[in-house]
T-cell receptor, first 113, second 112 residues
Framework: NAGVTQTPKFQVLKTGQSMTLQCAQD?????MSWYRQDPGMGLRLIHY???????DQGEVPNGYNVSRSTTEDFPLRLLSAAPSQTSVYFC????????????FGQGTRLTVV | GQQLNQSPQSMFIQEGEDVSMNCTSS?????WLWYKQEPGEGPVLLIA?????ELTSNGRLTAQFGITRKDSFLNISASIPSDVGIYFC????????????FGKGTRLSVIA
Protein backbone atom coordinates (compact mmCIF):
# COMPACT_ATOMS: atom_id res chain seq x y z
CA ASN A 1 0.00 0.00 0.00
CA ALA A 2 1.35 3.39 -0.98
CA GLY A 3 -0.74 5.32 1.58
CA VAL A 4 -0.21 9.07 1.25
CA THR A 5 2.36 10.10 -1.34
CA GLN A 6 3.84 13.59 -1.53
CA THR A 7 6.02 15.01 -4.26
CA PRO A 8 8.53 16.54 -4.44
CA LYS A 9 10.43 15.69 -1.26
CA PHE A 10 12.63 18.81 -1.49
CA GLN A 11 12.19 22.08 -3.36
CA VAL A 12 13.97 25.43 -3.52
CA LEU A 13 12.06 28.40 -4.95
CA LYS A 14 12.90 31.99 -5.59
CA THR A 15 10.67 34.65 -4.09
CA GLY A 16 7.70 35.24 -6.39
CA GLN A 17 7.83 31.88 -8.12
CA SER A 18 4.84 29.59 -8.14
CA MET A 19 4.66 25.86 -7.64
CA THR A 20 2.32 23.04 -6.77
CA LEU A 21 2.94 20.47 -4.05
CA GLN A 22 1.33 17.18 -4.99
CA CYS A 23 -0.48 14.82 -2.64
CA ALA A 24 -2.17 11.56 -3.55
CA GLN A 25 -3.74 8.82 -1.41
CA ASP A 26 -4.90 5.38 -2.44
CA UNK A 27 -7.03 4.54 0.61
CA UNK A 28 -10.27 6.07 -0.72
CA UNK A 29 -10.28 8.54 2.15
CA UNK A 30 -12.77 11.37 1.90
CA UNK A 31 -10.91 13.79 4.14
CA MET A 32 -7.56 15.30 3.14
CA SER A 33 -5.60 18.14 4.66
CA TRP A 34 -2.40 20.14 4.38
CA TYR A 35 -0.24 21.19 7.33
CA ARG A 36 2.93 23.16 7.66
CA GLN A 37 5.49 22.41 10.33
CA ASP A 38 7.83 25.07 11.62
CA PRO A 39 10.32 24.74 14.49
CA GLY A 40 8.59 25.08 17.84
CA MET A 41 5.19 25.61 16.21
CA GLY A 42 3.92 22.08 15.81
CA LEU A 43 1.59 21.30 12.92
CA ARG A 44 -0.66 24.07 11.67
CA LEU A 45 -3.56 23.41 9.34
CA ILE A 46 -3.49 25.26 6.01
CA HIS A 47 -6.49 23.90 4.08
CA TYR A 48 -8.63 20.81 4.21
CA UNK A 49 -11.19 18.99 2.11
CA UNK A 50 -14.05 16.74 3.20
CA UNK A 51 -14.58 15.34 -0.27
CA UNK A 52 -14.18 15.96 -3.98
CA UNK A 53 -15.25 19.48 -4.91
CA UNK A 54 -15.24 20.75 -1.30
CA UNK A 55 -12.41 22.68 0.36
CA ASP A 56 -12.14 24.88 3.42
CA GLN A 57 -9.57 27.08 5.12
CA GLY A 58 -7.59 26.08 8.15
CA GLU A 59 -5.60 28.14 10.62
CA VAL A 60 -2.99 29.57 8.18
CA PRO A 61 -4.49 29.67 4.65
CA ASN A 62 -3.03 32.94 3.33
CA GLY A 63 -0.75 32.51 0.33
CA TYR A 64 -2.02 29.02 -0.49
CA ASN A 65 -4.71 27.66 -2.80
CA VAL A 66 -6.14 24.16 -3.03
CA SER A 67 -8.59 22.24 -5.16
CA ARG A 68 -10.06 18.75 -4.92
CA SER A 69 -11.19 17.46 -8.29
CA THR A 70 -10.81 13.77 -7.37
CA THR A 71 -10.96 11.76 -4.15
CA GLU A 72 -7.33 10.71 -4.58
CA ASP A 73 -5.56 14.02 -5.17
CA PHE A 74 -5.28 17.22 -3.15
CA PRO A 75 -2.63 19.60 -4.56
CA LEU A 76 -1.42 22.68 -2.69
CA ARG A 77 -0.52 25.72 -4.78
CA LEU A 78 1.77 28.59 -3.89
CA LEU A 79 0.98 31.37 -6.35
CA SER A 80 3.81 33.74 -5.38
CA ALA A 81 6.25 32.18 -2.94
CA ALA A 82 7.56 34.22 -0.02
CA PRO A 83 10.42 33.46 2.40
CA SER A 84 7.82 33.13 5.19
CA GLN A 85 6.56 30.03 3.38
CA THR A 86 9.83 28.21 4.00
CA SER A 87 8.65 25.18 5.93
CA VAL A 88 8.02 21.46 5.87
CA TYR A 89 4.63 20.64 4.39
CA PHE A 90 2.65 17.53 5.24
CA CYS A 91 -0.39 16.13 3.54
CA UNK A 92 -2.70 13.87 5.54
CA UNK A 93 -5.82 11.85 4.89
CA UNK A 94 -8.44 10.08 6.96
CA UNK A 95 -11.88 8.59 6.83
CA UNK A 96 -14.52 11.17 7.66
CA UNK A 97 -17.38 9.49 9.41
CA UNK A 98 -16.27 7.78 12.60
CA UNK A 99 -12.58 8.12 11.80
CA UNK A 100 -10.13 10.50 13.36
CA UNK A 101 -6.84 8.79 12.69
CA UNK A 102 -4.81 10.66 10.13
CA UNK A 103 -2.27 9.11 7.80
CA PHE A 104 0.56 11.45 6.88
CA GLY A 105 2.81 11.67 3.87
CA GLN A 106 6.57 11.93 4.26
CA GLY A 107 6.59 15.68 3.78
CA THR A 108 7.95 18.26 1.35
CA ARG A 109 10.77 20.48 2.58
CA LEU A 110 10.37 23.85 0.85
CA THR A 111 12.91 26.65 0.95
CA VAL A 112 12.08 30.06 -0.51
CA VAL A 113 15.09 32.30 -1.10
CA GLY B 1 -7.74 29.12 17.00
CA GLN B 2 -7.94 26.39 19.59
CA GLN B 3 -4.73 25.59 21.38
CA LEU B 4 -3.32 22.52 22.99
CA ASN B 5 -0.63 23.10 25.59
CA GLN B 6 1.85 20.24 25.39
CA SER B 7 4.59 19.74 27.97
CA PRO B 8 7.41 19.36 28.39
CA GLN B 9 8.84 20.91 25.22
CA SER B 10 11.85 18.60 25.38
CA MET B 11 13.24 15.80 27.52
CA PHE B 12 16.63 14.19 27.91
CA ILE B 13 16.43 10.84 29.65
CA GLN B 14 18.58 7.81 30.31
CA GLU B 15 17.81 4.56 28.54
CA GLY B 16 15.55 2.46 30.73
CA GLU B 17 13.78 5.39 32.37
CA ASP B 18 10.05 5.99 32.17
CA VAL B 19 8.72 9.07 30.38
CA SER B 20 5.58 11.11 30.90
CA MET B 21 4.19 13.93 28.78
CA ASN B 22 0.82 15.60 28.66
CA CYS B 23 -1.50 17.91 26.78
CA THR B 24 -4.04 20.28 28.25
CA SER B 25 -6.66 22.59 26.83
CA SER B 26 -9.29 25.01 28.02
CA UNK B 27 -11.75 23.30 25.65
CA UNK B 28 -13.45 19.93 25.88
CA UNK B 29 -12.26 17.44 23.27
CA UNK B 30 -14.11 14.38 21.99
CA UNK B 31 -11.02 12.58 20.76
CA TRP B 32 -7.36 12.58 21.74
CA LEU B 33 -4.60 11.20 19.55
CA TRP B 34 -0.87 10.71 20.09
CA TYR B 35 1.66 10.69 17.24
CA LYS B 36 5.39 10.14 16.92
CA GLN B 37 7.54 11.83 14.30
CA GLU B 38 11.03 10.60 13.45
CA PRO B 39 13.54 12.78 11.57
CA GLY B 40 12.65 13.24 7.91
CA GLU B 41 9.32 11.44 8.26
CA GLY B 42 5.69 12.34 8.72
CA PRO B 43 3.92 11.76 12.04
CA VAL B 44 2.72 8.23 12.71
CA LEU B 45 -0.31 7.50 14.86
CA LEU B 46 0.54 5.73 18.15
CA ILE B 47 -2.67 5.70 20.16
CA ALA B 48 -6.24 6.97 19.68
CA UNK B 49 -8.59 7.69 22.61
CA UNK B 50 -12.33 8.17 22.24
CA UNK B 51 -13.87 8.15 25.73
CA UNK B 52 -13.26 10.18 28.87
CA UNK B 53 -11.24 8.11 31.32
CA GLU B 54 -10.12 5.66 28.64
CA LEU B 55 -6.71 4.11 29.20
CA THR B 56 -5.10 2.47 26.18
CA SER B 57 -1.75 0.73 25.72
CA ASN B 58 0.39 0.04 22.69
CA GLY B 59 3.39 -1.99 23.77
CA ARG B 60 5.42 0.14 26.18
CA LEU B 61 3.21 3.16 25.50
CA THR B 62 0.15 3.99 27.57
CA ALA B 63 -2.15 6.96 27.02
CA GLN B 64 -5.14 8.23 28.93
CA PHE B 65 -8.08 10.43 28.01
CA GLY B 66 -8.55 12.77 30.96
CA ILE B 67 -11.80 12.52 32.88
CA THR B 68 -12.49 16.24 32.35
CA ARG B 69 -11.97 15.72 28.58
CA LYS B 70 -9.57 18.68 28.66
CA ASP B 71 -6.34 16.74 28.93
CA SER B 72 -4.47 13.61 27.93
CA PHE B 73 -1.29 11.86 29.05
CA LEU B 74 1.25 9.65 27.33
CA ASN B 75 3.63 7.43 29.25
CA ILE B 76 6.53 5.45 27.82
CA SER B 77 7.99 2.76 30.04
CA ALA B 78 11.59 1.52 29.99
CA SER B 79 12.71 3.86 27.21
CA ILE B 80 15.05 2.63 24.48
CA PRO B 81 17.14 4.59 21.93
CA SER B 82 14.57 4.10 19.15
CA ASP B 83 12.02 6.07 21.20
CA VAL B 84 13.84 9.22 20.10
CA GLY B 85 11.62 11.61 18.17
CA ILE B 86 8.97 14.28 18.52
CA TYR B 87 5.70 13.25 20.13
CA PHE B 88 2.57 15.20 19.26
CA CYS B 89 -0.82 15.20 20.88
CA UNK B 90 -3.85 16.06 18.77
CA UNK B 91 -7.46 16.59 19.65
CA UNK B 92 -10.77 16.81 17.87
CA UNK B 93 -13.38 19.18 19.26
CA UNK B 94 -16.33 17.81 17.32
CA UNK B 95 -16.60 14.68 15.23
CA UNK B 96 -16.59 13.59 11.63
CA UNK B 97 -15.34 16.52 9.56
CA UNK B 98 -13.92 18.63 12.38
CA UNK B 99 -10.19 19.30 11.84
CA UNK B 100 -7.63 18.04 14.32
CA UNK B 101 -5.78 20.50 16.56
CA PHE B 102 -2.13 19.65 17.28
CA GLY B 103 0.10 20.43 20.22
CA LYS B 104 3.57 21.84 19.58
CA GLY B 105 5.29 18.58 20.37
CA THR B 106 7.65 17.07 22.95
CA ARG B 107 11.13 16.32 21.66
CA LEU B 108 12.48 13.18 23.35
CA SER B 109 16.17 12.35 23.48
CA VAL B 110 17.34 9.05 24.98
CA ILE B 111 20.90 8.74 26.27
CA ALA B 112 22.25 5.21 26.04
Amino acid sequence: NAGVTQTPKFQVLKTGQSMTLQCAQDMNHEYMSWYRQDPGMGLRLIHYSVGAGITDQGEVPNGYNVSRSTTEDFPLRLLSAAPSQTSVYFCASRLTAGGTEAFFGQGTRLTVV
Amino acid sequence: GQQLNQSPQSMFIQEGEDVSMNCTSSSIFNTWLWYKQEPGEGPVLLIALYKAGELTSNGRLTAQFGITRKDSFLNISASIPSDVGIYFCAGQLGSGNTPLVFGKGTRLSVIA
